[in-house]
């Protein structure tokens, strides 16, 4: 998903259940995802 190959996902590159749960994974509201945030990151199932 990293199209620009920055090493950090914008919101803009994330696509279903992840560009749904963005915010809340962007922990330090840079408006970018980084591995950190996303291993950190534990989904809810509905």
Do not use: C, Q, Y
């Amino acid at each position: 998903m990293d199209t620009d190959k920055d090493g950090k996902l914008s919101e803009s590159e994330v696509k279903g259940p992840l560009a749904k749960e963005f915010a809340t994974i962007d922990t330090d509201e840079n408006g970018f995802l980084t591995l950190e945030e996303l291993d950190a990151f534990t989904p809810t199932r509905i």
